[in-house]
Nanobody, 119 residues
Framework: QVRLVESGGGLVQPGGSLRLSCAAS????????MGWYRQAPGKQRELVAS???????NYADSVKGRFTISRDNAKNTVYLQMNNLKPEDTATYYC?????????????WGQGTQVTVSS
């Protein structure tokens, strides 16, 4: 069984910073892509940033230049550094990983962490 646990969310003022972490544990053989998604009330879940096993990154236009995704393969962990946060960044953030537990890669999701940007 594979489990993803997120941390680092909270309340921050506009212009502030937060760092999200997501650690995978369990029966893990290898991890391919990792990513962060977010979902605001009444909106669809959207991709925020992703990183491949080769460290290629991709960002939503709305966060380019403000957010940075990174990974630590030794710790099975993905990070999202969020700077210059805006009220429109308020959402529940979910991590996603393509994990090979035995024979095939399967997507796993974290439980979500709330990020609120407000003065």
């Amino acid at each position: 069984q594979v489990r993803l646990v997120e941390s680092g969310g909270g309340l921050v003022q506009p212009g502030g910073s937060l760092r999200l972490s997501c650690a995978a544990s369990g029966n893990i053989f290898s991890i391919n892509g990792m990513g962060w998604y977010r979902q605001a009330p009444g909106k669809q879940r959207e991709l925020v940033a992703s990183i491949t096993s080769g460290d290629s990154t991709n960002y939503a236009d709305s966060v380019k230049g403000r957010f940075t995704i990174s990974r630590d393969n030794a710790k099975n962990t993905v990070y999202l550094q969020m700077n210059n946060l805006k009220p429109e960044d308020t959402a529940t953030y979910y991590c996603n990983m393509d994990v090979r537990a035995r024979y095939v890669f399967m997507p796993y999701w974290g439980q979500g962490t709330q990020v609120t940007v407000s003065s």
